[in-house]
């Protein structure tokens, strides 16, 4: 199967940066497994004075993707606070990266996860994706995957159908033995989702005027998203806000980018998320 990759991907598998390994690191993070197809090894360099991560580098197994998303991650972290890196998430990785093919995305969330299990290893906390191991039953067995990992993935990612789960953690991409048992999971959590937005969702509207609406929107986009954007020379402008509906025009770069609909869905995703789950984002063309 062909990958449609950005060229931004293609800059980063081809030419990519902090490559190696760090000696006497102050943290180390290692997760994923060869004998599984992919495996990821970051080393980082902290400042304990002001605590930010003054060197990155790292070494995989693995292919052009997770290549290029851990290329990408160390760009990302250095200069950054321990607290700021571990906001990044797996979906900014990818957007900073121009969008990764659907299949591939489960590279973004090694990037993530063996970044949590360097910070942790500074600070002498167990990293989350150790304690999955110990955590539940394993799932897949072609890929080793366990309970724990597939329920957070769902969580984080906000994943919606069996093909997602594999498209992420690799869970059900081998045999597919274990499809039925991804489904129930997927189900299990999507139910409890339902649940907690029922039940976060009339707080919200007592809590929240539109004026306050419209300023937690522009704070989204000026603090959360922006700074995405503008890593790969993009940027948008906010248009307008009616009620739930924000119309945004992406420039620069993102404008005309072959991603741009994943990058859309992002931001949508991020004001949904933080803001209303009833906001919908419509982007003009220039």
């Known amino acids: 199967m062909a990958w449609d990759y950005t060229d931004l991907v293609k800059q980063h598998f081809f030419s990519p940066r902090n490559v190696g390994k760090i000696e006497a690191p102050d943290g180390a993070?290692?997760?994923?497994?060869?004998?599984?197809?992919?495996?990821?090894?970051?080393?980082?360099?902290?400042?304990?004075?002001t605590d930010r991560i003054t060197d990155a580098k790292f070494q995989t197994f693995g292919c052009g993707s997770a290549i290029a998303s851990s290329s990408m991650l160390t760009e990302m972290v250095k200069g950054k606070t321990?607290?700021?890196?571990?906001?990044?998430?797996?979906?900014?990785?990818?957007?900073?990266?121009?969008?990764?093919?659907?299949?591939?995305?489960?590279?973004?969330?090694?990037?993530?996860?063996?970044?949590?299990?360097?910070?942790?290893?500074?600070?002498?906390?167990?990293?989350?994706?150790?304690?999955?191991?110990?955590?539940?039953?394993?799932?897949?067995?072609?890929?080793?995957?366990?309970?724990?990992?597939?329920?957070?993935?769902?969580?984080?990612?906000?994943?919606?159908?069996?093909?997602?789960?594999?498209?992420?953690?690799?869970?059900?991409?081998?045999?597919?033995s274990c499809t039925a048992q991804i489904e129930e999971i997927l189900e299990d959590e999507l139910g409890k989702k339902a649940a907690e937005e029922a039940a976060v969702q009339p707080a919200r509207k007592r809590l929240r005027t539109n004026l306050e609406?419209?300023?937690?929107?522009?704070?989204?986009?000026?603090?959360?998203?922006?700074?995405?954007?503008?890593?790969?020379?993009?940027?948008?402008?906010?248009?307008?806000?009616?009620?739930?509906r924000v119309t945004i025009r992406m420039v620069g770069h993102c404008s005309g980018c072959r991603a741009a609909g994943l990058t859309t869905g992002w931001i949508e995703d991020k004001l949904r998320e933080i803001v209303d789950p009833n906001i919908s984002l419509e982007v003009l063309e220039e």
């Open 29 to 49: 993070g290692q997760v994923g497994s060869i004998a599984c197809g992919d495996a990821l090894s970051l080393t980082i360099k902290v400042d304990g004075a």
């Open 82 to 176: 321990l607290d700021e890196a571990l906001s990044i998430t797996n979906q900014d990785i990818a957007a900073a990266l121009g969008g990764l093919p659907a299949e591939k995305m489960h590279c973004s969330v090694m990037g993530r996860e063996a970044l949590e299990a360097a910070i942790n290893d500074y600070r002498g906390v167990k990293a989350k994706a150790e304690e999955e191991k110990d955590e539940g039953r394993i799932v897949c067995n072609c890929f080793g995957i366990a309970e724990g990992k597939i329920r957070r993935v769902i969580r984080e990612d906000n994943l919606r159908t069996v093909e997602d789960v594999t498209n992420y953690t690799k869970a059900g991409g081998g045999c597919g």
């Open 213 to 244: 609406r419209i300023n937690l929107i522009q704070e989204v986009l000026d603090n959360e998203v922006r700074p995405i954007l503008q890593k790969d020379s993009g940027d948008l402008d906010l248009v307008d806000i009616d009620g739930h």
